[in-house]
């Protein structure tokens, strides 16, 4: 077995219960950080809300039932043993369950998830996605192996083998676009025109290759990338300081930020930051 990094993350208040063990990936599976394994059960809420982010969403069910809904109102049901995908969102998207979920979820960037499905990462925005439409039979096999699987650390090897199986004879994401989208979600505030001079292509041809690539233009993703910046900085502040979080992370002032929490959150401000459950255990609906 591989020899990984892990993170136990456990909350237990006698209501709500979940146990989240999250592990490196193997070192040569560029691109994807890692595999979390979860159980849950939970009294007191049936319903999540998953925020906007620059990172890609793989997630094989492995206990009931869980049903995503999207923006536009409609909702995708998984099955035990079914897998989803989702590329980047501009709003948030809800995840409802009857208080009992397993399963494991692939931490993966947008670049490596486009290579992993083999799909133009355009159609993935915006979307979840059952693997069954995409990888057809093969998925559900994994499933089952996952779920048959005597331990994490045996779950974790077999995702390695799967990743690496999907990756093999699929091209590496382009370097250009790779150091690009890296330089936007460290710093959201790099002017997109500076970037395509660097790489040396016009502005225009890099935000078609970056779209292409990444589902989004260079401007939505380093949006998103301020937001989630901004959602980090919100993790254990009982009090925040809107103002000076606006200043801090490249709003142009507070209204801006409220305007922006509004269309990505769907909620304003204060009522996200009283949303967070203890632990890891994300955020109420």
Wanted: proline share 5%; glycine share 10%; charged share 20%.
């Amino acid at each position: 077995m591989t020899n990984r990094g892990t993170e136990l993350r456990e909350h237990d208040d006698g209501v709500n219960a979940w146990r989240m063990l999250r592990a490196t990936a193997r070192a040569d599976l560029d691109g994807i950080a890692g595999y979390t394994s979860y159980g849950e059960s939970t009294g007191s809420f049936t319903t999540r809300r998953e925020l906007p982010h620059c990172g890609a969403v793989m997630i094989i069910n492995l206990g009931e039932p869980v049903s995503m809904g999207l923006p536009d109102g409609s909702w995708v049901k998984v099955d035990t043993g079914e897998g989803f995908a989702a590329g980047l969102h501009m709003a948030p998207v809800l995840s409802r369950s009857a208080g009992r979920q397993a399963g494991v979820h692939i931490h993966l960037n947008l670049l490596t998830l486009g290579r992993v499905l083999r799909t133009d990462m355009r159609a993935m925005t915006g979307q979840v996605v059952k693997l069954d439409a995409i990888w057809g039979p093969s998925h559900r096999q994994l499933g089952n192996r996952l779920a048959n699987a005597n331990s994490d650390a045996c779950r974790f090897d077999l995702l390695d083998q799967a990743m690496a199986a999907r990756m093999s004879d699929t091209p590496a994401p382009h370097l250009a676009i790779r150091w690009a989208a890296r330089r936007l979600h460290s710093n959201p505030r790099t002017p997109i025109a500076a970037l395509a001079t660097e790489i040396g292509w016009s502005r225009q041809y890099f935000s078609e290759r970056f779209t292409h690539a990444l589902g989004c233009s260079p401007r939505a993703f380093a949006r998103i990338a301020r937001f989630e910046r901004l959602i980090g900085a919100l993790h254990g502040t009982p009090r925040p300081d809107w103002a000076g979080l606006a200043a801090a992370h490249a709003y142009a002032d507070q209204p801006h930020l409220v305007r922006d929490v509004a269309a990505l959150a769907g909620v304003t401000p204060t009522a996200l930051a009283a949303s967070f459950l203890p632990n890891g255990g994300g955020i109420l609906a």
